[in-house]
């Protein structure tokens, strides 16, 4: 079967981790250097982006939504080894958990059809985000609920990203982050070479090979 033009889940996974690779190691190892910075920008909403996809096509949200969770937990240690240089630093949390409060947020709207108690259960989820600062804060959820609700109208998600990034960040390297909407855009539909634990465990590999690697430059 021929595929289709454009780019796959897979490609989008592959840019998503390479930017974040190299944003990280900007951040850790070489932050004189913002362009690193600048090109690790790509990755939340690609992440965010492929959150919703998988989110609507997961035949089992329960195993997806346990998934996300326990790798938010296994890389809680190596993110803040690499970014405090702590085994442990609760001030500020690593991207699954972003991630996991956003798929709650989603589940919460598909489940939940009372208005009052839905609305409830969202505030508790944005003041987790905000109160256990994870990465992006309460708006790295929104963003993910933004593509969320606008699924299947890919202009509109763009825009409203588009939108909504700047509105958060303003013209800061985080604005960079809109260059983003290009691979998004050619995204086709497709899933693609299938490695899922491959990005899951690449994450706190990464982590731990960036801060091994602090760690020896400075002993």
Not at 49 to 55: A, D, N, P, R
Not at 122 to 148: E, K, M, Q, R, T
Request: hydrophobic share 55%; proline share 2%.
């Amino acid at each position: 079967m021929k595929e289709k033009f454009g780019v796959s889940g897979f490609t989008l996974k592959v840019i998503a981790i390479i930017s974040m690779c190299i944003d990280h190691v900007g951040a850790v190892l070489f932050p004189q250097y913002l362009v690193l910075r600048i090109i690790g920008r790509l990755a939340f909403p690609l992440f965010a982006f492929l959150l919703v996809e998988g989110f609507m096509h997961t035949t089992d949200i329960k195993k997806y939504t346990i998934r996300i969770g326990l790798f938010a937990l296994l890389s809680e240690i190596p993110f803040d080894l690499a970014f405090n240089h702590k085994l442990v630093d609760f001030s500020h949390q690593n991207i699954f958990f972003t991630l996991f409060l956003a798929l709650l947020f989603m589940i919460v709207a598909t489940k939940i059809h009372r208005v009052s108690l839905r609305i409830l259960l969202w505030l508790l989820i944005l003041g987790a985000a905000f109160i256990g600062g994870v990465d992006y804060s309460f708006a790295g959820v929104l963003i993910i609920v933004v593509f969320y609700y606008n699924y299947g109208y890919r202009r509109n998600q763009l825009i409203y990203f588009t939108i909504m990034n700047l509105a958060f960040w303003g013209m800061t390297v985080q604005a960079f982050a809109c260059m983003a909407v290009i691979p998004i855009w050619f995204y086709n539909g497709e899933r693609g070479r299938k490695m899922k634990y491959f990005f899951y465990l690449f994450y706190p590999l990464h982590l731990l090979v960036i801060y091994g690697i602090f760690w020896y430059s400075r002993h």
